[in-house]
């Protein structure tokens, strides 16, 4: 139980442009989503928090714009990055329900 | 301020033998759960073990044991029979408030690699 979905595992995409990672709760619901990065040979850090029918709580230094979370139904969040830059190249990983199962990441290069 | 300190930023072991990763938390919550996890270069958070505060004894799942020594606020990990592809980072984790669904505060990690 408690498996966590994370599409896609990597992406490449032009400085400009907007991309779209989904994390979906595959046999439970989760009415909170967790979202974090991790640059390279760095730990993960909490971006936000993803609420089921409500906003998101975003951490401090998080710029809410850019990074937008839908989390429209009990088993789908996504975190669309707006506008992407290269500093903004990361791995992206969600986690779901009790937080401690995690989907497979996102990789994420702007180029 | 940091919560959670791994203080060992690479270490060795030699296949086969058993080897410590260390681990120290701060928390004024008296509830507060500890995990930790295995990252393979792939990526993935792979789920190890999980040591609940007011648990009496010892997390143990197979080949892992957390050695959890509350007063000390100190949550090591033990591998035993350390094997080629346990070379992996290490990371401890806590969230306050045991059976929460709050996020996971990380550690630094540590980098284990297993010698043949």
């Known amino acids: 139980g408690a498996v966590v979905s994370q599409h896609p595992s990597w992406v490449i995409c032009k400085s400009g442009t907007s991309v779209k990672i989904e994390c979906r709760s595959l046999d439970f619901q989760a009415t909170t989503m967790f979202w974090y990065r991790q640059f390279p040979k760095q730990s993960l850090m909490l971006m936000a928090t993803?609420?089921?029918?409500?906003?998101?709580?975003?951490e401090q230094g998080v710029e809410k714009d850019k990074f937008l979370i839908n989390h429209a139904s009990l088993t789908l969040s996504t975190l669309t990055v707006t506008s992407a830059h290269p500093e903004d190249s990361s791995f992206y990983i969600c986690?779901?329900?009790?937080?401690?199962?995690f989907g497979s990441g996102t990789r994420l290069t702007v180029v | 301020a940091q919560k959670i300190t791994q203080t060992q930023p690479g270490m060795f072991v030699q296949e086969k033998e058993a080897v410590t990763l260390d681990c120290t938390y701060d928390t004024s919550d008296p509830s507060y759960g500890l995990f930790w996890y295995k990252q393979p270069s792939s990526g993935e958070m792979i789920f190890l073990i999980y040591?609940?505060?007011?648990?009496?004894q010892n997390a143990t799942e197979g080949r892992y044991s957390l050695n959890f020594q509350k007063a000390r606020k100190s949550a090591n990990l033990v591998i035993s029979a350390s094997q080629l592809g346990d070379s992996a980072m290490y990371f401890c984790?806590?969230?306050?408030?045991?059976?929460?669904?709050?996020?996971?505060?990380f550690g630094k990690g540590t980098k284990l690699s297993v010698k043949p």
């Open positions: 040591q609940g505060s007011y648990d009496q």
């Open positions: 984790a806590m969230r306050e408030g045991q059976g929460s669904q709050g996020n996971l505060i």
């Open positions: 986690s779901a329900g009790y937080g401690y199962t």
């Open positions: 993803s609420n089921e029918g409500s906003k998101a709580t975003y």
